[in-house]
Each structure stands twice: as structure tokens, then as C-alpha cells.
């Protein structure tokens, strides 16, 4: 795997910090039972259904066991969902999803729990940064309620959200095996410098799409 340039994510742990709003393996669930054929086949494929819209289980190829696609820009990202039938998940999508139904700030609870997911653990008092990049579920505990893995932890995930319109930079969340745990929060998020060619191997995505088709409306 790619090395990180050691300049560049020193600038994104320092950028993200300073930015950071915060200083059993179960069967995938969810919260609403889907009815149409469409969704069956959307809940064969992977993804968990959460009020209006589905998300995938696991980070991109959203396949247990399989290393996150990492490395690659949002452009990138948006074609590989497209070519599925999906789209990039919007922050407020990527939020309601993490948090579980139950709104916890660690995705799977209120506190955080060394070593639970692939984050900076404690040792002796000692902060200590995730070995690296493992696969999707590799961690067996790190899911919420809604049966999705890896929210927290291993790689950032982009977004479809602006971080800044008019810098055109986009808005990563979920924290990395490489940064602070105070990133490994539900609300952390970071967007500076993120434009639509950012690549770094500690960023990768999943998927979203609609419940219900959108409709075009008449301009």
C-alpha cells in the first residue's frame, strides 16, 4: 500500500484537530421493514435501510474482509458509486447513520472504548496510533445498532457535502486509524484543502441511494 506522505498528513492531523467539533458479531439490521422488490434487492446487495435511504454496511467495495479502496479523490469516488446504482452519502445522511438510532457520539455508545474499532487506543496511559489500514469488519465490534461497521475508525469517508462551496472542498467524516480519537467521534468532521482532485491514503467512501426514486421537479 502507498505510504503516507509524512508532510501531508502531519498537515491533515494538525488542520483536523484544530478543526474537529469535539476536543458478538450481529446480523445487519434495519430500522424500517421494506416491502417493494427494489428494497429486497437493495438489502441483498449490502446496504442498510435508515429512514428515506440506504447506506452500505461496509466502507467501499462494501465487502467484509476486503481492504477499503483508499487513495482516491471524490470524483473517483462518485463514478464507482454512480457505476452501482448509488450515490455518495450526504453529511446529513453519513451522520444520521453513525450515531444509531440511539444518537450515540462514538456510534456504538456514549463513551469511547479503546481498541473497539481501528482508532488511536490507550496502552499504559500512552496514546497509540492504529497499526494500519485492515479490512472492513475486522474489528467485530466496531458497528451501531444499525449493523453498520467501521463508522469510526480505519479510513475517513467523503462525502457529498461542501465544506466550502466557493473553495469547492468537500467534507470527509468518521476519523482514520492514523489521527486523534478526539476524530473518532460521530461529529468530527474536516474539509480544508479537500477539492474534488484531494487523494490520500487515508481516505476512502461508501455508498448511498434514495428509498424512494426523486422525482425531477419543474424549474
Known amino acids: 500500500m502507498k505510504r503516507i506522505s509524512l508532510i501531508t498528513a502531519l498537515l491533515f492531523c494538525t488542520n483536523a484537530l484544530l478543526l474537529?467539533?469535539?476536543a458478538g458479531d450481529?446480523?445487519?439490521?434495519?430500522?424500517q421493514q421494506p416491502g417493494s422488490q427494489q428494497?429486497?434487492?437493495l438489502q441483498d446487495e449490502g446496504m442498510a435501510l435508515i429512514d428515506d435511504f440506504y447506506i452500505d454496511i461496509y466502507e467501499y467495495p462494501n465487502q467484509r474482509g476486503a481492504l477499503p479502496k483508499v487513495d482516491i479523490t471524490y470524483g473517483e469516488a462518485e463514478k464507482l458509486c454512480a457505476a452501482q446504482h448509488k450515490r455518495l452519502?450526504?453529511?446529513?445522511e453519513w451522520q444520521r447513520a453513525a450515531t444509531g438510532p440511539e444518537n450515540y457520539p462514538y456510534s456504538y455508545?456514549?463513551?469511547?472504548e479503546s481498541a473497539r474499532c481501528n482508532t488511536p487506543r490507550q496502552e499504559n496511559g500512552i496514546w497509540i496510533g492504529g497499526a494500519d489500514l485492515v479490512p472492513s469488519g475486522s474489528?467485530?465490534?466496531?458497528?451501531?445498532?444499525?449493523?453498520l461497521y467501521d463508522m469510526i475508525g480505519n479510513v475517513w469517508e467523503w462525502t457529498s457535502s461542501w465544506y466550502s462551496p466557493d473553495s469547492q472542498w468537500r467534507i470527509v467524516r468518521g476519523g482514520s486509524y492514523f489521527h486523534s480519537?478526539?476524530?473518532?467521534r460521530t461529529d468530527a468532521r474536516y474539509g480544508r484543502y479537500l477539492d474534488r482532485e484531494y487523494r490520500l491514503d487515508l481516505v476512502g467512501f461508501r455508498c448511498c441511494r434514495s428509498a424512494v426514486p426523486q422525482v425531477p421537479t419543474a424549474e
Open 139 to 147: 474489528f467485530a465490534q466496531c458497528h451501531n445498532s444499525y449493523g
Open 109 to 112: 455508545g456514549e463513551t469511547f
Open 26 to 31: 450481529p446480523t445487519p439490521i434495519s430500522p
Open 181 to 184: 480519537a478526539n476524530m473518532s
Open 20 to 22: 474537529a467539533q469535539t
Open 89 to 92: 452519502c450526504n453529511e446529513k
Open 39 to 41: 428494497d429486497a434487492l
